[in-house]
């Protein structure tokens, strides 16, 4: 693999792809354009560092990532996350699971259906449920977002993500839970039942 960087054509060839990576994981068009501008300028900076361990596009990817990470660490997004979910978690529960002498089962508007896939390798298709899942992930709340992310579209391990955005175990899989159960509800909702 060539280690020869050329940093003329990284807006071509490259700009498209981080910038929708950006938006996915931002949901802001303005910062997602701010983190790619600046994934260039570190990128440019770093160029002599490069040492051709991997494509040009996967370590402008990486110091996008860490852009990202650097981007919600500063934000304090996911501070006091314990509180966060130990306050939420009652109304978190009855919104998706019954209550009383049939506690714990799904209620009945929020149990899991069958979704039919149909056509979703069509590439129109492709290019509307993405618009859905970034609608989804936008209405997710904040603190579930990084680590909603880093798990299934950067697929980093929990021990990864712990130790990155510098949250507990248990905290780590409340999110990964509650996640999981917003987004399958907004997908039920705006795409398989659409």
């Known amino acids: 693999m060539s280690n020869t960087l050329q940093p003329a054509d990284w807006i071509g ?3 498209d792809y981080l910038y929708s990576l950006a938006l996915l994981k931002t949901g802001n068009k303005e910062l997602a354009e701010d983190l790619v501008q600046d994934t260039f300028l570190s990128a440019f900076k ?4 490069f040492k051709g361990n991997s494509s040009e596009k996967t370590w402008l990817a990486t110091i996008l990532k860490n852009k990202i990470v650097d981007h919600y660490r500063k934000k304090d997004v996911l501070k006091n996350t314990g509180d966060y979910l130990a306050d939420t978690e009652e109304s978190f529960h009855t919104s998706f699971f019954t209550t009383g002498d ?3 089962h799904w209620s009945p508007a929020t149990a899991p259906k069958e979704w ?3 056509n979703a390798d069509n590439p ?3 290019r509307e449920f993405y618009q859905i899942l970034q609608y989804c992930i936008q209405k997710m709340p904040p603190k579930l977002v990084p680590v909603f992310l880093a798990r299934f579209v950067d697929q980093e391990n929990a021990d990864e993500i712990c130790k990155e955005f510098n949250i507990s175990s248990s905290n780590y899989w409340v999110i990964i839970h509650r996640a999981k159960l917003l987004m399958r509800s907004c997908l039920e909702k705006n795409w398989f039942s659409a």
């Open 116 to 118: 039919d896939t149909g």
């Open 124 to 126: 129109v298709n492709k």
């Open 46 to 49: 770093a160029r002599e560092g």
């Open 102 to 104: 049939q506690a714990g």
């Open 13 to 15: 060839l490259y700009g």
